[in-house]
Each structure stands twice: as C-alpha cells, then as structure tokens.
C-alpha cells in the first residue's frame, strides 16, 4: 500500500468524473495510476459541468443492452471503489496498530474476493465489448451488403443509364430524321432560301425534324411561289383596274380610298374630288333610303349585290349603270374593303328599251294574227261541225271530207295555241296562278280527255290510284296542258295496241315526279340532245304523224316557271319515260275526285218552254254560225246585234234568258256593254257568256273579274258551246 495522498486525490477524481460529478479536463491521460506515480504530477482541476460516463457512452450510440451491462459494471465498481476506499483508510493509520491496519488493508486489495469483485466489474463490460464487437461485425457485414446491393444498383443504374442514353439516341435520331450535320446543313440550306435540293424521307421518319423541315421547304417553295404569281396578279390586277370598266374601293367605312381612270371619265369627277368622300356624291335621288338599307343588307348576308341602278355625274346628268358591290374579308372573317364595279349601260338600255318596244309589237302582232286566225277558223270549225251532225246526214264520202276538214282545223288551231303560248313564254309575259290542287283530281281529268284518243289506237291508258290528300301546288291550267302534250306524244309516237304508263312517286325534297311511259320505239341518244328544240321534231316531219315541234319547248317552259324539272330517259326499242317535278303542298281541304266512269246523259229539251238568247257579234260568219248552231234548238230563240250598242237596247227591251257577247266590238266592247248591262236593274241578273278569239290568259282573267258568267273560246266546240249555253239558262231559271 502506498499512501501517498495524490493517488486517492487521483482515483476520487475518476470516480467523481465518470459519475458525471466534476469536469473532464485535459490530460486526463495523466490520472493513470503509474503515471501519477512515476510522474509526481498533480491532478488537474477544472471546473464546469460534468457529464456521467454512462450518458457519454449512451450518447455515443450503445445500445441500451450495452448501456446496462455497463450500468452493472459501474454498480459492480462502485462496491469496489468502497472497499478500496476502507483499504485506503486502513493504510493512512498511524500508531501502534498502523501495521496491522496497513496489513489489513493490503490483504483486502489482494485477496481472492478483492479479484471476484475486480472480475464481476470486468465481466459484463467484456460482454459490452463482445457486444459492440458484434454490432460492429453485424454493422460491417450490413456496410457490405449495402455497398453490394449499392455497387448491384449502380451497376444497374449504369445500365439503365446505358438504355436510356441508347434509347435517346436513336429516338434523337428519329426525331432529326438524320445526324445533326444533316439538319444543320438543311436548316442552313432553308435560311440561304436555297429550296432546289430536296431531302429524301426514309421510311419510318415521316415526323421527323428532317420531315418537318422537308415540309417546311416545300411550303416555303410553294410560298414563294405565290408570292411570284401574287405579285403576277397584283400586276395584272393594276392593268385590270384601270379597264374599261368603272371601279372604286372604299374603306369598311363607305369611305372612297381608290378610282381609277374609267371612273372618273364616267362620272366626271376627279379622283381627288372622290378620294375620302362617300358613294353618296355620286347617288341619284331616284331611290330612298329603304332600297339602300336592302342593298347592304344583301351585301352583309351574301357578300355582294349587284343590279341596275341610275348614277349621277358631276354635271348632274344621271345615267343607268349595272352596278356590282363586293366585301372583302380579312382572315378574321371582318369586312375590311368594299370595290364596286359599274358600267355605263345607257346604250344598252336604249337597245333593251327599243326591244321591249320590238317584243311588245310581236306580241301585240302574234295576239292579233291569233285573233284573226280564229276568227276564220271558227266558221270553218263551226259549219264542218253542223254539217257532221246535220240532218240529212252526210254521204260516207263527205264524211270522210268533212273529217279531213276537222282535222285540219283543229290541227291548226292546235298551232295557234301553242305559237301564241311560246310567244308569251318568251317575252315573259306568261301569267301563272299556282294553287293547291289534287293530283288525283288533275290525273283523272287528263285521262278522261285522252281516251278517245288512245282508243283510235288501241292504246292502254294506265294511271295510278292516288291518295286524294296529294297535292300539289302549280297552275292548274298549265299542268293539264303539260300532262296532255306529254300524253299525247306518247299516243301518237306509240306502237299499236301499246300501253301508256302513268306513276307519281314523291320524294325527299318535298316534290312529287310524274312520269309518263310509253311502248315506242324510243330514241338515240343523239336524238335525246335535240329534244326540247323548237320546231325540231327529230325526223318525224315527214311521217303520217301531226306535230308542231313547240309542245316539248312549251311544256319545258311552264314546268320550269313553276319551279319544277322535266327530263326524259329512253331506250331504243323499248320506249321512253317523260317525266317532270311539281312542289308538293300540304293539303287544305278535302276536294271530291270526280268518278272515272262517266255516264254521258242524253238531253230531252223541252220544246214548248221557249228561252231567248240574244248574241252581240259584229262578224257575219261568226253570226250566222251561231244561228246554224241554234236551229238545231227549237227551244231557243235567237237574237242578233252587230254592235255593243244595240246589244245593250235589244236587251233592255227584250230581257233575254242569256247573252252571248263577243268582246271585240265596233264602238264600245264587250266589257263596257256588260257594265251598262249590270248598272241597269232590269238586266243586271242575266248571265252574259263571253265569245271571243281573244286566249291569252289576261284576257280571259280580266273578262271573267268584270263580270261574265262563262268565258268561250273561237273557234267553236259544239258539245263545249251548247253546255256552257244550257248551263246560263240553267242559272237563269233558278234566280227567277
């Protein structure tokens, strides 16, 4: 035992240190035993806040298994240093008994429980130690594992990497279409505008850079391209705009911004008087602010107008001009310019006006050559007509004359018509009257007029069974005039014991087609082309069959003012379809279909029941035919006048049953003598028929408005005649 003092000062201090009682200063090294001994060094003193050796060691990241072994081993010296410090208590006594405390003491540091207890310190922080060594392993082999599955992943990452670099190489290389130089050298090539090589495009590289850049060399070549031929055009535009013909450009405004020279030698302005005014300077005053606010309301829904309108110049003179307004559009759909276009129509005018006075005076001459043909065609009519039902009856031979004498009359009457229809149709001064009317209604009618002729040739007529609630909506005069022109050629161009086919099919336009077909022979289709000519009757001139030529033309004309198509189809031996379109229309009211079968009643005149009927004609042939015709009724006596006026006194004086007027009369005519005659009491309730050579439609229009009761046309239909004469008397009889 030594004891020396400093040694306890010394192993107090460890004590107080590793309990966390005192301050680890530096050189703590020099607290070992031997040194402190060897050394004669003092212990160094520090102050501050100590920290236990077990929280140090917690703080260093042992576990709380190792801190509790080391926790045992710190009990385990704490039992120790005790007795260490009773031993170190024994060996500083002094006195007569010091050596055996001395003795004492040494025997307690150096007996065998003195090393148990030195062994119990030891044993758990060797475990401590055997722990940390095995954390320690286990920590490396786990740093080995993780710098393996890190250098796996690096190696794989590196791959991946590897793929990806491959991957967007060739995904570049078929973005660019080609290597980098590639697109360079053509992007070089487009910004030099150099456009003569073009770039081969290999299969797959369709959207590629090198493509896109192809296409957009290509479009850049077709954009140069029209800019030559837009400067082209602008060249050529300055040479057309300053033509012949008048033309100015305004702002979206109105305002004029650009004339050129042949407007200003039309309007007498200059261009610097016209430039940054309105079209107003130059405007008639023929039109008011309605037909303008029209004008530009058509400009905005189609984009132009144009029409004849009256200019003024600058010398207040005005002038007609066919004047055409243009919008121009930006690429926003806004109107960013107007051009109007106008030419000088003022000889083109004088030249339509001298027409219309042309195509007046022809129609006015083909009216009258009408009247006057019919005028003798009517005695000749009407006389044949007499002597094929007078009494005695002709000879078989004058028969057979007098059927060619019919024949020809009405042949010629026929052409009458249809010159006179072609006429109007010409100059436009066709008058229609569309009305909703039964197909059904019109189709039977038809057939009942054509079987006669049909049964010459023994011709079967087939027309459809309609439902009654078809309508159409046209004129229904000149429908029946189409229809039997068209059924009419397919008799007579026909084959014998032939079948005509009639059918109406509507469809999804709101139309219904009527098609006629027939047995024929039918026609080449070089013939097809000549058809709906006039006058042309495609080689049948010198066959026994009659025609004009202007039944087709005619019929094409009224179907097409009505608003509707006509066609044909055929085939050579075989036959020929005629058809055409009409509008359909709702149907307005249920109308009665006439029955197909009609019975034809015989009339029983009732001979002592006389009836007077005065007849105003101012034609001799005319009169005497009507008194032929009127010998036949010994029921009817008969009155004549040659002129309006004595018509009007024979009537007042005698109150004839029925009046037959013609409206072409020296003095006054017809119309005025019926208005006298409706002004008078005593003969405002007798029906007047009018006879007249006068068949245009007007004419019949204005005569029926004024007042008559039936219109007849010359020349003559007997059974037509005597029915219209039967029903006035009819008529006359009821209002008594």
């Given at each position: 035992?030594?004891?020396?003092?400093?040694?306890?000062?010394?192993?107090?201090?460890?004590?107080?240190?590793?309990?966390?009682?005192?301050?680890?200063?530096?050189?703590?090294?020099n607290?070992?035993?031997?040194?402190?001994?060897?050394?004669?060094?003092?212990?160094?003193?520090?102050?501050?806040?100590?920290?236990?050796?077990?929280?140090?060691?917690?703080?260093?990241?042992?576990?709380?298994?190792?801190?509790?072994?080391?926790?045992?081993?710190?009990?385990?010296?704490?039992?120790l240093?005790?007795?260490?410090?009773?031993?170190?208590?024994?060996?500083?006594s002094?006195?007569?008994?010091?050596e055996?405390?001395?003795?004492?003491?040494?025997?307690?540091?150096?007996?065998?429980?003195?090393?148990?207890?030195?062994?119990?310190?030891?044993?758990?922080?060797?475990?401590?130690?055997?722990?940390?060594?095995?954390?320690?392993?286990?920590?490396?082999?786990?740093?080995?594992?993780?710098?393996?599955?890190?250098?796996?992943?690096?190696?794989?990452?590196?791959?991946?990497?590897?793929?990806?670099?491959?991957?967007?190489?060739?995904?570049?290389?078929?973005?660019?279409?080609?290597?980098?130089?590639?697109?360079?050298?053509?992007?070089?090539?487009?910004?030099?505008?150099?456009?003569?090589?073009?770039?081969?495009?290999?299969?797959?590289?369709?959207?590629?850079?090198?493509?896109?850049l192809?296409?957009?060399?290509?479009?850049?070549?077709?954009?140069?391209?029209?800019r030559?031929?837009?400067?082209?055009?602008?060249r050529?535009?300055?040479?057309?705009?300053?033509?012949?013909?008048?033309l100015?450009?305004?702002?979206?405004?109105?305002?004029?911004?650009?004339?050129?020279?042949?407007?200003t030698?039309?309007?007498?302005?200059?261009?610097?008087?016209?430039?940054?005014?309105?079209?107003?300077?130059?405007?008639?005053?023929?039109?008011?602010?309605?037909?303008?606010?029209?004008?530009?309301?058509t400009?905005?829904?189609?984009?132009?107008?144009?029409?004849?309108?009256?200019?003024s110049?600058?010398n207040?003179?005005?002038?007609?001009?066919?004047?055409?307004?243009?919008?121009?559009?930006?690429?926003?759909?806004?109107?960013?310019?107007?051009?109007?276009?106008?030419?000088?129509?003022?000889?083109?005018?004088?030249a339509?006006i001298?027409?219309?006075?042309?195509?007046?005076?022809?129609?006015?001459?083909?009216?009258?050559?009408?009247h006057?043909?019919?005028?003798?065609?009517?005695?000749?009519?009407?006389?044949?007509?007499?002597?094929?039902?007078g009494s005695?009856?002709?000879?078989?031979?004058?028969?057979?004359?007098?059927?060619?004498?019919?024949?020809?009359?009405?042949?010629?009457?026929?052409?009458?018509?249809?010159?006179l229809?072609?006429?109007?149709?010409?100059?436009?001064?066709?008058?229609?009257?569309?009305?909703?009317?039964?197909?059904?209604?019109?189709?039977?009618?038809?057939?009942?007029?054509?079987?006669?002729?049909?049964?010459?040739?023994?011709?079967?007529?087939?027309?459809?069974?309609l439902?009654?609630?078809?309508?159409?909506?046209?004129?229904?005069?000149?429908?029946?005039?189409?229809?039997?022109?068209?059924?009419?050629?397919?008799?007579?161009?026909?084959?014998?014991?032939?079948?005509?086919?009639?059918?109406?099919?509507?469809?999804?336009?709101?139309?219904?087609?009527?098609?006629?077909?027939?047995?024929?022979?039918?026609?080449?289709?070089?013939?097809?082309?000549?058809?709906?000519?006039?006058?042309?009757?495609?080689?049948?001139e010198?066959?026994?069959?009659?025609?004009?030529?202007?039944?087709?033309?005619?019929?094409?004309?009224?179907?097409?003012?009505?608003?509707?198509?006509?066609?044909?189809?055929?085939?050579?031996?075989?036959?020929?379809?005629?058809?055409?379109?009409?509008?359909?229309?709702?149907?307005?009211?249920?109308?009665?279909?006439?029955?197909?079968?009609?019975?034809?009643?015989?009339?029983?005149?009732?001979?002592?029941?006389?009836r007077?009927?005065?007849?105003v004609?101012?034609?001799?042939?005319?009169?005497?035919l009507?008194?032929?015709?009127?010998?036949?009724?010994?029921?009817?006596?008969?009155?004549?006048?040659?002129?309006?006026?004595?018509?009007?006194?024979?009537?007042?004086?005698?109150?004839?049953?029925?009046?037959?007027?013609?409206?072409?009369?020296?003095?006054?005519?017809?119309?005025?003598?019926?208005?006298i005659?409706?002004?008078?009491?005593?003969?405002?309730?007798?029906?007047?028929?009018?006879?007249?050579?006068?068949?245009?439609?007007?004419?019949?229009?204005?005569?029926?408005?004024?007042?008559?009761?039936?219109?007849?046309?010359?020349p003559?239909?007997?059974?037509?005649?005597?029915?219209?004469?039967?029903?006035?008397?009819?008529?006359?009889?009821?209002s008594?």
């Amino acid at each position: 035992m030594n004891p020396n003092l400093r040694y306890k000062k010394y192993y107090q201090n460890i004590l107080d240190i590793r309990n966390g009682k005192m301050f680890r200063p530096e050189g703590y090294f020099n607290v070992y035993w031997d040194m402190v001994l060897a050394n004669a060094i003092s212990a160094p003193i520090e102050n501050g806040p100590g920290i236990p050796f077990l929280d140090l060691m917690r703080q260093s990241g042992l576990t709380e298994e190792e801190i509790g072994k080391l926790n045992e081993a710190k009990t385990n010296s704490d039992l120790l240093a005790t007795v260490e410090f009773v031993a170190m208590k024994l060996a500083e006594s002094t006195g007569p008994d010091a050596e055996d405390r001395h003795t004492t003491a040494r025997q307690m540091i150096s007996d065998e429980n003195y090393h148990k207890a030195k062994a119990k310190i030891m044993k758990p922080i060797n475990e401590v130690y055997l722990l940390v060594e095995k954390r320690t392993v286990d920590a490396v082999h786990e740093a080995e594992y993780i710098a393996f599955i890190s250098r796996l992943i690096l190696i794989v990452v590196t791959l991946f990497v590897t793929f990806m670099l491959w991957r967007a190489y060739v995904s570049l290389r078929a973005t660019l279409g080609g290597s980098a130089d590639e697109v360079q050298t053509q992007i070089t090539r487009i910004g030099r505008g150099d456009f003569s090589i073009s770039s081969t495009i290999k299969v797959g590289m369709e959207n590629s850079v090198v493509a896109g850049l192809s296409k957009m060399q290509n479009k850049l070549q077709a954009n140069e391209i029209e800019r030559k031929q837009a400067e082209e055009a602008l060249r050529i535009a300055a040479v057309a705009f300053e033509s012949q013909e008048s033309l100015m450009i305004t702002d979206a405004n109105g305002v004029v911004l650009r004339v050129n020279k042949a407007f200003t030698k039309t309007t007498g302005y200059t261009a610097e008087e016209v430039i940054g005014q309105t079209p107003k300077l130059f405007q008639s005053d023929l039109y008011d602010a309605d037909f303008y606010d029209a004008m530009w309301e058509t400009i905005q829904l189609t984009g132009t107008w144009h029409g004849e309108v009256w200019g003024s110049r600058k010398n207040g003179e005005l002038y007609p001009k066919w004047l055409t307004i243009s919008a121009v559009q930006g690429d926003d759909g806004a109107v960013t310019h107007y051009v109007g276009a106008d030419i000088d129509i003022t000889e083109l005018s004088n030249a339509r006006i001298a027409a219309e006075k042309a195509n007046r005076a022809k129609s006015e001459f083909i009216s009258s050559m009408s009247h006057e043909l019919r005028t003798p065609l009517n005695a000749i009519l009407g006389f044949a007509q007499l002597l094929e039902h007078g009494s005695p009856a002709p000879t078989p031979t004058q028969m057979i004359r007098l059927k060619e004498i019919l024949r020809g009359g009405w042949y010629l009457l026929d052409l009458i018509n249809e010159i006179l229809d072609l006429a109007l149709i010409e100059s436009g001064k066709v008058s229609l009257s569309p009305e909703h009317m039964s197909l059904q209604e019109i189709l039977l009618e038809c057939k009942t007029m054509m079987e006669p002729q049909a049964k010459l040739r023994d011709i079967q007529l087939n027309f459809p069974q309609l439902d009654h609630s078809l309508f159409v909506y046209a004129d229904r005069t000149r429908v029946k005039q189409v229809l039997i022109n068209l059924l009419s050629n397919a008799i007579k161009y026909n084959c014998e014991h032939g079948t005509v086919e009639v059918t109406c099919n509507a469809n999804a336009l709101k139309q219904v087609r009527i098609s006629i077909k027939d047995t024929g022979e039918g026609l080449f289709p070089e013939k097809l082309a000549q058809l709906f000519q006039p006058f042309n009757r495609l080689g049948q001139e010198s066959s026994s069959v009659e025609g004009t030529g202007i039944g087709l033309v005619v019929s094409k004309k009224l179907i097409e003012q009505m608003g509707g198509n006509i066609g044909v189809e055929s085939t050579v031996g075989a036959g020929s379809v005629f058809w055409f379109d009409l509008a359909l229309a709702e149907e307005l009211q249920l109308t009665e279909v006439p029955n197909e079968s009609i019975t034809h009643v015989t009339k029983v005149y009732d001979h002592s029941k006389q009836r007077t009927l005065l007849y105003v004609e101012d034609n001799p042939a005319n009169l005497a035919l009507v008194e032929h015709i009127i010998e036949g009724r010994p029921d009817i006596r008969l009155l004549s006048a040659m002129n309006g006026n004595v018509g009007i006194e024979l009537a007042g004086a005698h109150l004839p049953d029925v009046i037959l007027m013609d409206i072409n009369l020296p003095g006054i005519s017809g119309i005025d003598a019926l208005r006298i005659l409706r002004r008078d009491p005593l003969t405002k309730h007798i029906p007047i028929i009018a006879l007249s050579a006068n068949v245009q439609l007007h004419d019949i229009a204005k005569a029926m408005e004024a007042g008559f009761f039936r219109y007849l046309t010359k020349p003559i239909e007997l059974n037509e005649f005597m029915c219209a004469i039967d029903e006035a008397f009819g008529f006359t009889e009821k209002s008594i």
